[in-house]
Nanobody, 124 residues
Framework: QVQLVESGGGLVQAGGSLRLSCAASGRTLSRYVTGWFRQAPGKEREFVAAVSRSVGTTSYADSVKGRFIISRDNAKNTVYLQMNSLKPEGTAVYYC?????????????????WGQGTQVTVSS
């Protein structure tokens, strides 16, 4: 099975940018649909973005569309989330998740493998 490790979180001012990485080991990520989720204190884990395993179709939550970009580097077995124009409401722990299937999936309970998460804090 695949193991996922996120990195790249940190503290950034509103309007700034961060790039999160999700490095996979054990299996190639190209076998999996890979998603990013986030969870703020006291809130449910919510979908942010996902990239499909085959042609690399992407999908985004409305709240991040036009600001975030998900991409996959098969050579590095890594998925990235480029986050631009960050807002304070984007403060959360960001998780990478994978599911060994085609298509795009939006619910956190549809993913089988998870990283440990990386904290993103956006100051106003």
């Amino acid at each position: 099975q695949v193991q996922l490790v996120e990195s790249g979180g940190g503290l950034v001012q509103a309007g700034g940018s961060l790039r999160l990485s999700c490095a996979a080991s054990g299996r190639t990520l190209s076998r999996y649909v890979t998603g990013w989720f986030r969870q703020a204190p006291g809130k449910e884990r919510e979908f942010v973005a996902a990239v499909s395993r085959s042609v690399g179709t992407t999908s985004y939550a409305d709240s991040v569309k036009g600001r975030f970009i998900i991409s996959r580097d098969n050579a590095k077995n890594t998925v990235y989330l480029q986050m631009n124009s960050l807002k304070p409401e984007g403060t959360a722990v960001y998780y990478c998740a994978a599911r060994e299937s085609g298509g795009i999936w939006y619910r956190f309970d549809e993913y089988d493998f998870w990283g440990q998460g990386t904290q993103v804090t956006v100051s106003s």
